[in-house]
């Protein structure tokens, strides 16, 4: 004869209120002396057992506060929420605009605990056909980080982001420097512009764009010391950027860099007219490039700016941004037979690996130059 359960043992029975099968089983007392009860519900006997023997699996793994209907789109919402503080506004509102735009649309309405890596994958190659590379890194990274927090919250077991890789994207826009003949017209057709001075500054030192728009006048000195030993030029130290916390991109970053007179001649100039359009407006920030109420430039206006006076040039303005001045600077070096340490140096890299791989389109005679000799060698 079968023995009974005692009370409290758990069991199967039909609810018919909900229309499903219950499967109940008891695992002891809590502190407080409250009977601990898991259930799994299901149409059929055997899928409640199963969603019991789930249930249960979870509790023995720890996952005891996992509700079996968390989405993918609230453990979005959850790290929107929480998981960004101390990262810079901009930041926050790309992944925000990324997350809504490509990861609840898709992925939302999914249950976490039943994604799997292949849904992950067929995700990725989907958004592969309109994405860049890049893009699509930035989507792996952020529903990675969003696993990761549910993960550390206990409602889900394992994080499947890990095991997909990112498919290659769409080509990006390609890279370019002006010419010789081009920076020329650039420069001409920023004369009289507000922009003038940051255009001359930005192709001259190769500075990037958030660190121009961060320099400040007690960072420039356009006078020197030419009698010191050894001596000191005009310079600007670029120490400083519009990132969060007011760092440069790296710490090699951080360089002092010689101006060129042209240079020193906009600088002057560019000092003056700010003295003469707002007084002592400038003095509060002390930036050297800023807005007329004496603020930081905005990188959107900048491009503005910049496209507006390629206009009246023979460029394309949908084709150039203020960025590639900084590809035109490492370009000219480079035609000009700067080795590729200094120019390394000068636009402020960690290693010579950096600048080959960002600027190796720029980068001609250094490349070129093995290739002559072993021609000259085998020419002797």
């Known amino acids: 004869m079968t023995k009974r359960r005692s009370r409290g043992d758990g069991g199967l029975h039909w609810d018919d209120k909900r229309q499903r099968w219950i499967a109940t089983a008891s695992l002891g007392f809590d502190p407080s002396g409250k009977r601990i009860v898991k259930r799994g519900s299901g149409k059929t006997k ?25 989405t993918v789109a609230q453990a979005t919402t959850d790290w929107l929420t929480y998981g960004l503080s ?29 994604l799997s890596a292949q849904d992950v994958d067929k995700w990725l190659a989907e958004r592969a056909k309109s994405l860049s590379t890049s893009t699509l890194s930035r989507l792996h990274s952020c529903l990675n980080r969003i696993i990761k927090r549910a993960m550390a919250r206990d409602k889900v077991r394992r994080n499947v982001v890990e095991l997909c890789r990112v498919p290659q994207g769409q080509k990006g826009r390609p890279s370019k420097a002006l010419t010789m003949a081009q920076a020329e017209e ?10 003038h001075a940051y255009i001359v500054v930005s192709l001259l030192t190769g500075a990037r764009t958030e ?9 420039v000195d356009l006078v020197g010391n030419l009698n010191a030993v050894p001596s000191v030029p005009p310079y600007i130290a670029v120490w400083r950027s519009v990132r969060n916390g007011g760092d440069t991109k790296t710490r090699k970053s951080r360089r ?8 020193v001649d906009v ?13 002592d407006v400038w003095s509060e920030r002390g930036l050297a490039f800023a807005s007329t109420a004496g603020t930081e430039l905005d990188a959107a206006n900048v491009r503005r700016a910049f496209r507006r006076l390629i206009k009246h040039t023979s460029l394309n303005p949908a084709e150039w941004t203020p960025r590639e001045l900084r590809h ?7 035609d000009n037979g700067t080795p590729l340490e200094e120019i390394s140096r000068l636009v402020g890299h960690s290693s010579t690996a950096v600048t080959e791989l960002v600027y190796r389109k720029q980068i001609r005679p250094v490349l070129q130059q093995g290739a002559v000799v072993m021609d000259r060698i085998f020419d002797e």
């Open 267 to 279: 600088l002057i100039q560019q000092r003056a007219a700010q003295q003469e359009e707002q007084g």
């Open 186 to 195: 650039v420069l001409k057709a920023s004369e009289g512009k507000s922009l």
């Open 256 to 263: 002092t860099l010689a101006l060129p007179k042209r240079c």
């Open 86 to 114: 101390g990262l810079d506004p901009n930041t926050v509102t790309t992944t925000t605009i990324l997350c809504k735009t490509h990861i609840i649309p898709a992925l939302g309405k999914r249950k976490l605990r039943e």
């Open 46 to 70: 055997t899928e409640a057992k199963n969603k019991l023997k789930e249930v249960l699996r979870d509790y023995e793994d720890g996952l005891t506060i996992a509700p079996g209907n968390y």
């Open 328 to 334: 035109s600077f490492v370009s000219l070096l480079s």
């Open 211 to 219: 660190e121009l728009r961060a320099l400040r006048w007690d960072h």
